[in-house]
C-alpha cells in the first residue's frame, strides 16, 4: 500500500487549496478514505473520511461547511478541498487508509495559512 499527498503550501487566510491523495497497491474503490492533520503540541486530528460504498462524508466540527473531500475511482485518488482557510489551519495533512486491519499513511503534505 503507498499513498502519497500533494498540494500543500502557503496560502493567506481566506484562500483555498486542494489536497490530492494518490493510492496504489490496493483496490481503492473498496476501501473508505480519511484525511488527518496533525500539528506539534497538539493532538492528531480527523478531519474528514469518506466511505466507500456509497460515497458518504464525514467531517470534524472545525472543518465542515470549509472542506469537502471527494474521490475518483477510476484515478485512485482521494482529494480534500479547502476553502476560507484559517490560521488554524495550518497543519500537517495526511491521507490515511485501512486495508487489511492496518493503518496506512503517507508522508504528508504541509499547508500554511498566514500573511
Known amino acids: 500500500v503507498q499513498l502519497v499527498e500533494s498540494g500543500g503550501g502557503t496560502v493567506q487566510p481566506g484562500g483555498s487549496l486542494r489536497l490530492s491523495c494518490a493510492a496504489s497497491?490496493?483496490?481503492?474503490?473498496?476501501?473508505?478514505m480519511s484525511w488527518y492533520r496533525r500539528t506539534p503540541g497538539k493532538e492528531r486530528e480527523l478531519v474528514a473520511t469518506i466511505i466507500s460504498a456509497d460515497g458518504n462524508t464525514n467531517y470534524a466540527d472545525s472543518v465542515k461547511g470549509r472542506f469537502t473531500i471527494s474521490r475518483d475511482n477510476a484515478k485512485n485518488t482521494v482529494y480534500l478541498q479547502m476553502n476560507r482557510l484559517k490560521p488554524e489551519d495550518t497543519a500537517v495533512y495526511y491521507c490515511t487508509a485501512r486495508v487489511g486491519g492496518s493503518d496506512y499513511w503517507g508522508q504528508g503534505t504541509q499547508v500554511t495559512v498566514s500573511f
Open positions: 497497491g490496493f483496490t481503492f474503490r473498496l476501501y473508505g
